[in-house]
T-cell receptor, first 111, second 114 residues
Framework: GQNIDQPTEMTATEGAIVQINCTYQ??????LFWYQQHAGEAPTFLSY????GLEEKGRFSSFLSRSKGYSYLLLKELQMKDSASYLC????????????FGKGTTLSVSS | ETGVTQSPTHLIKTRGQQVTLRCSSQ?????VSWYQQALGQGPQFIFQ???????GRGNFPPRFSGLQFPNYSSELNVNALELDDSALYLC?????????????FGSGTQLSVL
């Protein structure tokens, strides 16, 4: 079967660092994506990993270990605007660009 | 560059009715996919269209159907609406159907079935 697990909720304070974990079990693997979704808005692309290792993009980094079926999203220097849902998604064996999403992690950043 | 646009933004229907949701893909994109996002859940893949042909489908019944037009815009049709169809319906487009292509999402249509 297909399964993607991530924590439901996390809290952090401004300026801190937070790590959101994601584990997956899918039939086939063609890459892992992280999306950010503010309430009532469209998901927006954050990162893509297909090879093992760390991808860094400004305050956001994403890590992948294919052998462990594991990824994390690291957010540094947290800001209030980072309060959102973070969605982990895997492209499995399904045709084309279909993504299998986790339920999302709601991050609340307080001052 | 125009992003992905969806219409309407909100819709209320009653059980048994039919609904059509519309999506304009981002300029230059030939692939459109549709997702259903229930409250508190991640998006679930419904189907994908590439150059007017359906080329992938998730675990949704046949009463969920779609079309893609020559300008790559798309429609999602749902017949015989059920209460559980209440959700946010997201359309996403990409440059093509390659596996590394990121999806660009519209803001969605919030469908309520009473």
């Amino acid at each position: 079967g297909q399964n993607i697990d991530q924590p439901t909720e996390m809290t952090a304070t401004e300026g801190a660092i937070v790590q959101i974990n994601c584990t997956y079990q899918t039939s086939g693997f063609n890459g892992l994506f992280w999306y950010q979704q503010h309430a009532g808005e469209a998901p927006t692309f954050l990162s893509y990993n297909v090879l093992d290792g760390l991808e860094e993009k400004g305050r956001f980094s994403s890590f992948l270990s294919r052998s462990k079926g594991y990824s994390y999203l690291l957010l540094k220097e947290l800001q209030m605007k980072d309060s959102a849902s973070y969605l982990c998604a895997v492209r499995g064996r399904q045709a084309g660009t279909a993504l299998i999403f986790g339920k999302g992690t709601t991050l609340s950043v307080s001052s | 560059e125009t992003g992905v646009t969806q219409s309407p933004t909100h819709l209320i229907k009653t059980r048994g009715q039919q609904v059509t949701l519309r999506c304009s893909s981002q300029s230059g994109h030939n692939t459109v996919s549709w997702y259903q996002q229930a409250l508190g859940q991640g998006p679930q893949f419904i189907f994908q269209y590439y150059r007017e042909e359906e080329n992938g489908r998730g675990n949704f019944p046949p009463r969920f159907s779609g079309l893609q037009f020559p300008n790559y815009s798309s429609e999602l049709n749902v017949n015989a609406l059920e209460l559980d169809d209440s959700a946010l319906y997201l359309c996403a487009s990409s440059v093509d159907s390659a596996t590394n292509e990121k999806l660009f999402f519209g803001s969605g249509t919030q469908l309520s079935v009473l």
